[in-house]
């Protein structure tokens, strides 16, 4: 990786307690050229220096899609580049190669963000086979609504990691979620946490939401550590990636290095490249054929 640059809504959307989509869209409008600008500067390169300008056309909110396709586009023709538009979840896997270049397929990933909880299967580039995915709400999603629960600002996810280092797990133990196959499913473990907080009443120490928090974490975790186990048994695989938001999780990261063990080699990102940034993009666009720019908020796989 040459240079990333990131611009952070966490404080724009924090006031709202989550993403407000025309926020989002107006203040991608407004941060992404001075972001290029930047990024070049960062890296010492004039626009000649580029082979191909990657852009995320989906998944995601449609507004901001729009905005990121319509400035790759626009740079495209200034510069005489090609412009290849990059499945989001795709560059959370691609992630893994910025750090580990002789990473190649085929290898199993689980991808865990605000928005996905999926066990993927990459055949080759640019090839995945989707294994599980989650019935209801996604891991980071749930993370997020714990953190509301728990009294924590947005994103959650963070918050409610630094929360739970400080309590007990066992002193609060909620359920760990249990489907068949590889399926996923968060939203009665989220109900749980409801019913425990109201059984609980006022009387809710500083302890308690720490507790509350771990629990919640072991159940998130262990279920996802589950699935990737099975997974690994169903399809033996060489290589393994955990990636996406969630992956910046502090026992998610420890787990995952005691589920696959020696059985594989484990790719979890550093910090800053599980959650979302340009630099994945920009991997997944270096392997992705310069495709169509169509802009697709619900793309999948
Ligand atoms: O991949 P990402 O940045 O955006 C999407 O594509 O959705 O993932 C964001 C999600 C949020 O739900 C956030 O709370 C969660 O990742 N997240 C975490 C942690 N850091 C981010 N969840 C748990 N522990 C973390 N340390
Ligand atoms: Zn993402």
Same mark, same amino acid.
């Given at each position: 990786?040459?240079?990333?640059?990131?611009?952070?809504?966490?404080? &724009?959307?924090?006031?709202? /307690?989550?993403?407000?989509?025309?926020?989002?869209?107006?203040?991608?409008?407004?941060? &992404?050229?001075?972001?290029?600008?930047?990024? @070049?500067?960062?890296? #010492?390169?004039?626009?000649?220096?580029?082979?191909?300008?990657?852009?995320?056309?989906?998944?995601? =909110?449609?507004?901001?899609? &729009?905005?990121? +396709?319509?400035?790759?586009?626009?740079? %495209?023709?200034?510069?005489?580049?090609?412009? +290849?538009?990059?499945?989001? !979840?795709?560059?959370? +896997?691609?992630?893994?190669?910025?750090?580990?270049?002789? =990473?190649?397929?085929?290898?199993?990933?689980?991808?865990?963000?605000?928005?996905h909880t999926d066990l993927v299967?990459? !055949?080759?580039?640019?090839?995945?086979?989707v294994l599980g995915r989650t019935r209801?709400?996604?891991?980071?999603?749930?993370?997020?609504?714990?953190?509301?629960?728990?009294?924590? #600002?947005?994103?959650? /996810?963070?918050?409610?990691?630094?929360?739970?280092? #400080? /309590?007990?797990?066992?002193?609060?133990?909620?359920?760990?979620?249990?489907?068949?196959?590889l399926e996923f499913?968060?939203?009665? !473990?989220?109900?749980?946490? !409801?019913?425990?907080?109201?059984?609980?009443? %006022?009387?809710?120490?500083?302890?308690?939401?720490?507790?509350?928090?771990?629990?919640?974490?072991?159940?998130?975790?262990?279920?996802?550590?589950?699935?990737?186990?099975?997974?690994?048994?169903?399809?033996?695989?060489?290589?393994?990636?955990?990636?996406?938001?969630?992956?910046?999780?502090?026992?998610?990261?420890?787990?995952?290095?005691?589920?696959?063990?020696?059985?594989?080699?484990?790719?979890?990102?550093? =910090?800053?490249?599980?959650?979302?940034?340009?630099?994945?993009?920009?991997?997944?666009?270096?392997?992705?054929?310069?495709?169509? @720019?169509?802009?697709?908020?619900?793309?999948?796989?």
């Amino acid at each position: 990786m040459v240079a990333n640059l990131i611009h952070s809504q966490e404080a &724009l959307h924090g006031e709202f /307690g989550g993403v407000v989509p025309e926020l989002a869209a107006r203040d991608h409008l407004e941060k &992404l050229p001075g972001l290029v600008d930047g990024v @070049l500067k960062k890296a #010492g390169q004039e626009p000649d220096g580029i082979d191909r300008i990657g852009v995320t056309r989906g998944p995601g =909110l449609v507004g901001c899609l &729009l905005i990121g +396709v319509g400035l790759a586009r626009g740079l %495209g023709a200034a510069w005489e580049k090609p412009v +290849v538009g990059v499945n989001h !979840l795709w560059g959370h +896997v691609y992630a893994a190669l910025l750090g580990r270049p002789d =990473l190649s397929p085929p290898l199993l990933a689980l991808v865990v963000s605000g928005a996905h909880t999926d066990l993927v299967w990459m !055949l080759e580039h640019g090839r995945f086979e989707v294994l599980g995915r989650t019935r209801d709400d996604a891991a980071g999603e749930a993370f997020d609504k714990a953190a509301r629960m728990l009294g924590l #600002g947005y994103p959650g /996810g963070p918050a409610l990691d630094r929360l739970a280092r #400080g /309590g007990d797990a066992r002193r609060q133990a909620l359920p760990k979620p249990a489907l068949p196959g590889l399926e996923f499913s968060f939203s009665g !473990l989220k109900t749980a946490l !409801l019913y425990r907080l109201r059984d609980l009443g %006022g009387e809710v120490t500083e302890q308690d939401r720490a507790d509350l928090a771990a629990a919640f974490e072991e159940s998130v975790v262990g279920a996802l550590m589950e699935k990737l186990d099975q997974a690994l048994d169903r399809r033996p695989a060489t290589e393994v990636v955990v990636c996406g938001g969630v992956a910046a999780n502090t026992l998610l990261r420890r787990r995952a290095g005691e589920v696959v063990g020696a059985r594989a080699r484990l790719t979890i990102p550093p =910090l800053e490249l599980c959650t979302d940034n340009g630099a994945m993009i920009a991997a997944a666009a270096t392997y992705a054929p310069v495709n169509d @720019l169509t802009v697709d908020p619900g793309l999948g796989w």
